[in-house]
Structure formats: structure tokens, C-alpha cells
């Protein structure tokens, strides 16, 4: 995806237990480095960019899909429980730090989700859902190693 993530959470730190708070750090390669679609299902996060040029964004209840350009030094929130994502825009690699306003925030990748779950959700039932028929839900199902 052109992103590593480092985390900074209860499970790496112990001494943040009970504290009500996290953080990571994103690595983007330049050129559309992406930490693909995700959410937190226990934190708001808040986002600064550190390096280079991100393009961010988040998708309401609503279906309304909120984006903006985020250049060094810049700062944007992602709600809790919001899918959303970051890609670097430019030639030079980007670096974001986030911050969550939980010990443990948790990370729910949406293709890892839709895709690799084990057993997975059933082909017809994703089929439906994205309009389209079995066979090219097998094709995406094939990339994705199952969790």
C-alpha cells in the first residue's frame, strides 16, 4: 500500500493503561503512499502532519465524503468509528502522527474486513451489497489472505 504504521498503544506500552490515550506514526512512500480505508471503533483520532503532503478523507453515516489536502504542518480529525483514509500527494515521502483519545483504539481495515475474514462473509451476501455479481467478489476475495 506504500505506508508502514507504527503504533504506540496499551499492547506495546503497558504504562499506558488506564491513561485514555495512543498514538502512532505513519510512514507514506511519495506518489500516493496510502494507508488504505479503516476505522477505530474506540477513538477519535487527530491527525498532524509532520512531512510532505497528504490527502485525507472520511465518509459520514451519511454517505457524505469529507476530503482535504493536509500540507506539512496541518492537522485533521477523523471521528470515531468514521471509515477513512490518508494518501501522500507529492514527490516526497510524507510522516503523519496521530493521536487517539483511547489506550487501545483498534484498527478495522475495510477489504481486510470485507475480504479476508474468516469464514468470510458469505459471496452472495457481499455480491448484493456491492452491485456486482459472485465471480468478482471471488477475484478481490483472492487477494486478501484470510485473518
Sequence with gaps: MGSVV???DVERLPGLNTLGVSMS???YAPWGGTNPPHMHPRATEILFVAEGNLEVGFVTTAGRHITRGVPKGGV???PR????YERSVGEAPAV???????????????GEAMFGAAPGVPTDVLARALQTDGGV??????K????
Aim: hydrophobic content about 45%.
Design 25 to 27: 506514526r505513519v510512514d
Design 81 to 84: 468509528g468514521m471509515m477513512h
Design 144 to 147: 486478501f489472505q484470510p485473518n
Design 96 to 110: 503523519a502522527i496521530s493521536a487517539f483519545d483511547c489506550q487501545l483504539p483498534g484498527t478495522q481495515r475495510l
Design 137 to 142: 467478489v471471488e477475484s478481490i476475495r483472492a
Design 76 to 78: 485533521f480529525v477523523f
Design 6 to 8: 507504527t503504533t504506540a
